[in-house]
């Protein structure tokens, strides 16, 4: 069976739907002049509503060919020249959209015309084979019916409405874009580009969002990140990510800048979230390597220490692990969170924890980290054994930055009886 009901939802309406059908018909019967004849008919409806289409979303070109084409079908022109206007217009307009549509337009005509018209030279009739005319149906339904109207190449024009509208409407989430705007911006503009068209508008929103100083882009930056994440996700779902490592796509990458990054924090915002839901994006932001160490700096802080792995993908060590080795992590205002993200490693072990975190008490104008330090450490005393403990408190009790606390007395008094406790003997 050539095509099913699942396949038919191509079609936007009944009567397309019905006319294909039609012409399955036809083909399974082995009429296949018929099929051939129904076949070109429906390719050039189905041409006419798409280009109906492009003319009422604003395609001045298809505007233009439609008042011509409505004005010869009102003057009873040749039908033969009403279709051949409307072929020529894709042709001239829309051949990259419609992959091999030129070459097998016009070979569905000349069959065509065989069909309905008698061999002038023998009285006879053309009869296409099986393969002739199973060629022709899935042809055209891969390079025209099942292609929306192609009237975008360049989005940013045509949805700057969009682009305003979503900057007032939204508010940044670094978990990625709501569901329900990323399919409004799917269905109403994404599915309707071609690569072509969707690697230049790719490269106008990541500019405008990363490698401009416009104000107007500026203030509807939020508005411009919604088609960039759109874009993004659309190609990935798409199997299309090769289109995000064409050259054009890479060179703007490689443009961005830190300062701009500074500049409009929220642009970074935006770059971490990517990088950090996109593997892709990842790899290409990983070559602009003094962007990337930014982002690494900025994301890898004790409360960040949960996307370790996405920066390191290759590396052997465990969250624990690197925690221990970036002295710029031992952060204890930010102690609970960090334990929470390294509690479940495999190498973690919580004396050694608290001994990092101990020592990373400063030596001066540390009090509130002392502080944060022995808050933890009351809530997990009874985890120690009496001599870990004790070699804990001996680095405590080395920085007066600890004992000279206003509620290290208090907290001593929770803290002693764990000292003082017997260890059994094994």
């Keep these: 069976?050539?095509?099913?009901?699942?396949?038919?939802?191509?079609?936007?309406?009944?009567?397309?739907?019905?006319?294909?059908?039609?012409?399955?018909?036809?083909?399974?019967?082995?009429?296949?002049?018929?099929?051939?004849?129904?076949?070109?008919?429906?390719?050039?409806?189905?041409?006419?509503?798409?280009?109906?289409?492009?003319?009422?979303?604003?395609?001045?070109?298809?505007?233009?060919?439609?008042?011509?084409?409505?004005?010869?079908?009102?003057?009873?022109?040749?039908y033969s020249k009403v279709e051949r206007e409307i072929i020529d217009f894709f042709k001239d307009n829309c051949s990259l959209y419609f992959g091999r549509f030129i070459e097998d337009i016009e070979y569905l005509r000349n069959c065509r015309n065989k069909c309905a018209?008698?061999?002038?030279?023998?009285?006879?009739?053309?009869?296409?084979?099986?393969?002739?005319?199973?060629?022709?149906?899935?042809?055209?339904?891969?390079?025209?019916?099942?292609?929306k109207a192609p009237f975008i190449m360049?989005?940013?024009?045509?949805?700057?409405?969009?682009?305003?509208?979503?900057?007032e409407q939204i508010i940044f989430d670094s978990d990625g874009l709501d569901e329900s705007i990323r399919k409004k911006i799917t269905d109403k503009y994404l599915k309707r580009m071609t690569n072509v068209s969707l690697k230049k508008s790719y490269k106008t929103f990541l500019k405008l969002?990363?490698?401009?100083?416009?104000?107007?882009?500026?203030?509807?930056?939020?508005?411009?990140?919604t088609f960039l994440f759109s874009m993004t996700a659309y190609l990935i779902e798409e199997g299309r990510i090769a289109l995000l490592r064409e050259q054009a796509i890479l060179d703007e990458f490689s443009k961005i800048s830190i300062d701009e990054l500074e500049n409009t924090s929220v642009r970074a915002e935006i770059l971490v979230s990517m990088v950090l839901k996109y593997s892709i994006i990842m790899e290409?932001?990983?070559?602009?390597?003094?962007?990337?160490?930014?982002?690494?700096?900025?994301?890898?802080?004790?409360?960040?220490?949960?996307?370790?792995?996405?920066?390191?993908?290759?590396d052997l060590r465990s969250e624990y692990g690197f925690f221990k080795d970036t002295s710029s992590l031992h952060k204890n205002k930010y102690i609970k969170e960090i334990f929470e993200t390294v509690k479940s490693c495999e190498d973690f072990n919580l004396t050694e924890f608290a001994k990092i975190m101990v020592k990373a008490v400063p030596t001066y104008s540390g009090y509130d980290d002392a502080d944060c330090f022995m808050s933890f450490l009351k809530i997990h005393v009874e985890e120690?054994?009496?001599?870990?403990?004790?070699?804990?408190?001996?680095?405590?009790?080395?920085?007066?930055?600890?004992?000279?606390?206003?509620?290290?007395?208090?907290?001593?008094?929770?803290?002693?009886?764990?000292?003082?406790k017997e260890e059994l003997p094994f």
């Design 384 to 420: 120690f054994n009496a001599s870990d403990l004790q070699e804990i408190m001996e680095i405590y009790n080395n920085n007066d930055q600890c004992y000279n606390r206003g509620r290290h007395t208090g907290d001593m008094e929770i803290i002693a009886p764990y000292l003082a």
């Design 1 to 78: 069976m050539l095509y099913d009901e699942k396949d038919l939802r191509v079609f936007d309406n009944s009567d397309s739907r019905n006319y294909f059908k039609e012409i399955l018909q036809s083909y399974y019967s082995q009429n296949y002049r018929a099929t051939i004849v129904l076949l070109y008919s429906f390719v050039i409806y189905d041409l006419f509503i798409k280009l109906q289409t492009m003319a009422d979303e604003g395609d001045s070109k298809a505007r233009q060919q439609l008042e011509k084409v409505n004005g010869m079908i009102s003057s009873d022109e040749k």
């Design 284 to 314: 290409i932001v990983r070559e602009n390597e003094e962007v990337f160490e930014y982002l690494k700096n900025r994301v890898l802080t004790p409360t960040g220490l949960a996307e370790y792995r996405a920066f390191y993908p290759q």
């Design 117 to 147: 018209h008698l061999k002038v030279n023998d009285n006879s009739l053309y009869v296409p084979n099986d393969y002739h005319a199973k060629m022709m149906i899935c042809s055209m339904y891969d390079h025209v019916f099942s292609v």
């Design 154 to 167: 360049d989005l940013f024009e045509i949805a700057k409405h969009d682009v305003e509208k979503f900057t």
């Design 209 to 225: 969002l990363y490698n401009t100083d416009d104000e107007e882009c500026i203030r509807n930056i939020l508005g411009v990140y």
